[in-house]
């Protein structure tokens, strides 16, 4: 086994050392280890991929589609994003240059925060929110701008965005996610057209991540932010939630054809292309008859989601009410104040079960906890029953871990 020559140890990208790793899966590899523990961390859907999909990805593979493909993503595919995103939010797409198919929508956020800022630069980031974002900007010397939506029930408001963007004039761009990680809000279509007429008269990119948009609950249609700024928006998404295709790793960006072109540069670089069998699977899966999947998901999520929530809040825990993916944010109880990593590690060590604490989640997320219901409902009540005893027995600050 091979040891790094010494005087190796400390030629290395600097901001690598400085960068903080993903918050949640930091936490969820330190609790794994624990005997017996029911691990209601990360956002990784259960489910199978659906049949039609899967046979779409062996029909690639007894096809011999084993050579390079197309970099910005093979054209077949590129028109099923194209129509998939016609079909569902009306916006229009050129498959031939104003689209990318990515490796997971992990790299197209990398992509895009490669292509669009320097170092130096400034994007503002509504918080809690998915932690990817804030490890990528810190590595590639990009300062976040934090807005705490904590005291508008965890929605960007215009307000908040005008103080902001006074204070930060020089911002470059923002970065949105909703249906959000990790408090399952949703911005209704009339709050997005406030934000977008706002952002119409700024000189900066929207990145916005709608990768949870199939996962709606009550029959709520998702409202695009591209559908009010295509001019500034990059749009990203992908198959990992909708589809429980985490394992495909295809996500895309879709934007106007200027900037397209640059990021696939980026993209080319990074990755040169995404494999001929996943895209045939993912070409299946937004054909019209892969928009029945999601909703299949949908009817699974919501009882889950109904028997995560209404147990919790009979042991006396305030819940965030989600209205799409599949994570409940809750508040911690009052005697461990703002300390969430301290109580999820309770929850971890003494009633085992695992949950991701809010601070990983930056401003706005401290005090709390998020438990993915992206798990069977066995594990969801036998979680219920471990958090219920634990609680019962009054574990407190003072226990040690």
């Known amino acids: 086994m091979p040891q790094l020559a010494t005087d190796l140890i400390e030629i290395e990208n600097q901001r690598l ?36 999909v899967k046979q779409a990805a062996i029909h690639s593979i007894e096809n011999n589609e084993s050579h390079y493909g197309r970099q910005a993503g093979n054209l077949q595919l590129c028109k099923a994003i194209s129509a998939y995103l016609k079909r569902k939010q009306e ?5 031939n240059s104003e689209i990318i198919v990515t490796v997971g929508a992990t790299e197209a956020i990398a992509t ?15 918080t809690p929110t998915f932690a990817l974002y804030f490890s990528l900007l810190q590595l590639f010397g990009i300062t976040a701008v934090t807005i705490n939506t904590a005291d508008d029930d965890y929605l960007l408001t215009p307000e908040a965005l005008k103080r902001t963007l006074r204070r930060h004039p020089q911002a470059k ?43 709606l609950y009550k029959a709520q249609k998702h409202y695009s932010i591209a559908r009010v700024i295509p001019k500034r928006t990059i749009l990203i998404n992908g198959l990992s939630k909708s589809h429980a295709m985490t394992g495909y790793r295809i996500g895309y960006l879709a934007g106007p054809q200027a900037i397209i072109k640059k990021m696939t540069t980026t993209h080319a670089l990074l990755v040169t292309t995404v494999a001929n069998t996943t895209q045939a699977a993912a070409t299946e899966a937004l054909s019209p008859a892969g928009d029945l999947d999601p909703q299949a998901a949908v009817k699974i999520y919501t009882e889950r989601q ?27 109880p009052e005697k ?34 998020r438990f993915s219901y992206a798990a069977s409902l066995t594990d969801i009540e ?9 609680l019962n027995n009054g574990g407190t600050k003072h226990e040690r871990l």
Do not use: M, W
Request: aromatic share 8%; net charge negative.
């Open 336 to 369: 461990y104040q703002t300390d969430d990593k301290y109580f999820a590690k309770l929850l971890a060590t003494k009633a085992r079960v695992g949950c991701i604490p809010g601070s990983a989640f930056g401003p706005g997320g401290e005090g709390h906890i």
């Open 382 to 390: 036998k979680a219920l029953n471990r958090i219920a005893q634990f």
């Open 91 to 95: 916006l229009v797409y050129n498959p």
């Open 306 to 332: 109904q028997v995560l929530s209404d147990g919790l809040t009979k042991l006396g825990l305030k819940v965030i009410p989600p209205e799409g993916a599949f994570y409940l944010f809750v508040k911690i």
């Open 17 to 52: 050392a400085t960068t903080t790793p993903s918050a949640i899966r930091k936490f969820d590899q330190e609790i794994s280890d624990i005997p017996g523990i029911i691990k209601l961390t990360l956002g990784e859907p259960d489910l199978n991929t659906p049949e039609h």
């Open 112 to 126: 895009a925060i490669i292509s669009l800022f320097n170092p130096g630069d400034e994007v503002i980031v509504p």
């Open 173 to 215: 761009g923002i970065i949105l996610n909703y249906p959000n990680n990790p408090t399952g809000r949703e911005y209704p279509p009339k709050l997005i057209k406030q934000l977008g007429s706002l952002l119409a008269s700024q000189q900066l990119y929207v990145i916005s991540d709608e990768i949870y948009s199939e996962l």
